[in-house]
């Protein structure tokens, strides 16, 4: 076997004083792209430490994954868009591809306009506003990870040519394979879909390992613990209970669509310190639904 084949399988590459992260994060994604070119799978994550001269990739406990921000984990009492938080959940999302990983990012559109509040109005229409909020807040995390110097692509199920790609897998799939974070806005595309239902729907297409749903509490209860302090929390959950039970932390259509493909669900509060590297890297935190 070629020394090249060698280094691919064991997965060690040089630390470099002068460029750091940069370089090291280049040389994991040329093995891994080499390795696939041989036919193999290739799901190359490493961890990083400036003490070691040579690092070892570390397989992770998940390779692609798709993140879920709900929009009003998004919001402080002052501002519909907070950027503080943003930078927060973009600079562990940022660790993330340094390490590796392959990140599809959907967020909900709570904070701005939810297709709910129009009861006045069409159902469908107060759906694409609903949409259009989506794409303001992909747009605010798109500029915030282009800002820390990682490449991020947004994706939309209904075509706006001028600012955002159409959802195109195969080119999504690209984007990830050269290390971009990829950005889906606009839902489904359809009216009376949520954005939990995009998020498992482009999870199947994208073939993640998981979903993580980022939420304003801490994992899933047997009812909403801020009004009861009596609320029971699940540290796991089979998708027939999830659905069964009645729970509301997920839209039940996407609970359905996941355990037909076999995607697990975690759970948890985007409050938590580093809560989304922890749990990529397979810490139990939260709630897993599989």
Not at 131 to 137: E, H
Not at 226 to 254: C, H, P, R, V, W
Request: aromatic fraction near 6%; proline fraction near 2%; charged fraction near 25%.
């Amino acid at each position: 076997m070629r020394s090249l084949d060698l280094l691919a399988l064991k997965g060690i590459v040089w630390y470099n004083k002068k460029s750091k992260n940069i370089e090291l994060q280049g040389c994991a994604l040329f093995i891994k792209e080499y390795v696939s070119s041989l036919g193999h799978s290739a799901g190359v994550s490493f961890l990083f430490s400036s003490k070691l001269r040579r690092q070892e990739v570390i397989p992770m406990a998940y390779q692609r994954i798709v993140l879920k921000i709900s929009g009003e984990a998004l919001s402080s009492e002052k501002e519909n868009i907070d950027f503080t938080i943003i930078k927060k959940v973009a600079e562990q999302v940022v660790e993330l591809v340094h390490m590796g990983i392959e990140v599809c990012v959907i967020i909900g559109g709570g904070n701005i306009w939810r297709g709910r509040q129009g009861k006045q109005m069409n159902r469908v229409t107060a759906d694409h506003m609903g949409m259009l909020a989506t794409v303001i807040n992909s747009l605010a995390f798109q500029d915030t990870l282009e800002a820390m110097g990682v490449p991020a692509r947004l994706q939309t199920a209904i075509e706006m040519r001028q600012i955002a790609e159409p959802f195109i897998r195969r080119k999504a799939v690209r984007h990830l394979e050269k290390g971009r974070v990829v950005i889906f806005a606009c839902g489904t595309g359809n009216p009376y879909f949520t954005t939990d239902m995009a998020a498992a729907l482009r999870a199947a297409e994208m073939e993640a390992d998981l979903i993580l749903l980022a939420k304003n509490v801490d994992g899933i209860y047997d009812k909403d613990p801020k009004k009861y302090l009596d609320a029971k929390k699940y540290d796991e959950i089979s998708y027939i209970d999830f659905i069964s039970n009645g729970l509301q932390a997920m839209d039940t259509t996407a609970v359905t669509l996941c355990m037909e493909n076999r995607i697990p669900i975690l759970a948890f509060g985007l409050n938590e310190e580093n809560g989304i590297v922890r749990a990529v890297q397979g810490e139990k935190i939260g709630t897993v639904i599989k």
